[in-house]
C-alpha cells in the first residue's frame, strides 16, 4: 500500500519543481524519495491553490530561479519538517455549503457592479475632460443623435457643458458635450 503523500509548504513545493525542471522528474522523485503518485497528490494540492490566491503567483518565476540555481551547480534545497505529515483530508466541497457560495456570489456581483458603476463615471469623466479641453470654436465633431446615428457638425459656441453645434444643413442647436465627439 502506498503511503500518503508528505504535506510540503508552497517554498518546499518551489524547490521540488525546481529540481525537476533542472534535474529531471526521475532524479527529483529520488533525491526526494517519493514515488511517482506522492509527487502527483503533491501536484495537485498546490495545483488547486495557486491561481487562488496571489501569494503564489510568482510561482513560475521562482520555479525557473530555483531550476538555474541546480543548474549552474547548486544542491537540491532540502525540504522542511512539515514534509513528514500527510495532507489533511479536504471536504467535497471547498468552497463552503450552497449558500455559502450562493452569498459569495451576491457580494462579489454587487462589489462588481460598484466597480463597473465606478470605471463608467470615471471614463465619463474623463471623456468629458478630454474633449472640454480639445474641443473648442471651429471644431468638426460628430453629435450622436436620439436615433443613435452620429451626425457631423462644426461646433460654434461652447458654455457649461453645452455645446452648439452647425449641422451642414444650416441648423444650429445646443447640445449636451457629453453627445458630442471630436472627428
Known sequence: ME?????VSFEDYVAMSGAAAALGYER???????????WAQIGAH?????????????????VE???ARIRTGGPPKPIGAAAQQPYPQQSAN???TPQQQAAFNREAAQVGNELSKAFDSFGSAMESL????AMTVGSRVLVQWTDGRR???TVTSMQQGQVQVAF???RQIWVAQQYVTLT
Not at 503511503?3 to 504535506?7: E, G, L, M, V
Not at 491553490?49 to 496571489?54: D, E, Q, S
Not at 478630454?130 to 479641453?133: I, K, N
Open 3 to 7: 503511503s500518503p503523500a508528505p504535506q
Open 28 to 38: 527529483m522523485l529520488a533525491t526526494y524519495r517519493l514515488t511517482p503518485t506522492q
Open 46 to 62: 498546490w495545483n488547486a491553490l495557486i491561481p487562488t490566491n496571489p501569494l503564489y503567483m510568482q510561482y513560475g518565476m521562482l
Open 65 to 67: 530561479q530555483e531550476a
Open 94 to 96: 471547498p468552497f463552503g
Open 130 to 133: 478630454w474633449t472640454s479641453a
Open 151 to 153: 451626425y457631423p457638425g
Open 168 to 170: 451642414p444643413d444650416g
